[in-house]
């Protein structure tokens, strides 16, 4: 089985981009590590993302996702749609946990 993978571009805004940092210093993973952890995490534990809004923003990163794992994301015809999910998906992932272990193995606030 070939499991097929994609780059997919995350926004994130300056609160996200301050919380990504310190929780990849924290961890010794690089930046883009971190995010990809997360919102994979995320995408296994909430459908769907209600209440956490991206104010402003820092810039983009990016994270490679199984095509599996890109479907999941809100409108996968739309790439700004995509990203922007992508990113208000690690900062709800940001903001409910501090450390992440591996997926499934969180540690909240």
């Known amino acids: 089985m ?6 997919q571009i995350v926004t994130l805004d300056p ?4 919380l ?3 929780a990849a210093n924290s961890s010794n993973r690089s930046q883009r590590a971190e995010a ?5 995490d995320h995408l296994v534990k909430y ?6 809004y991206l104010h402003g923003k ?9 095509l599996n794992y890109c479907s999941m994301l809100a409108d996968n015809q739309q790439s700004k749609r995509r990203a922007d999910d992508a990113g208000r ?7 409910r946990f501090e450390y992440i272990a591996a ?4 540690f909240e606030r």
Request: charge should be positive.
């Open 2 to 7: 070939t499991i097929r993978f994609m780059q």
């Open 15 to 18: 609160e996200s981009k301050e």
């Open 20 to 22: 990504l940092i310190k």
């Open 36 to 40: 990809h952890l997360r919102l994979m």
């Open 47 to 52: 459908t769907s993302i209600n209440g956490i």
């Open 58 to 66: 820092a810039g983009n990163t990016n994270v490679e996702l199984s």
């Open 89 to 95: 998906r690690i900062k709800d992932h940001l903001l």
């Open 103 to 106: 997926i499934g193995r969180t």
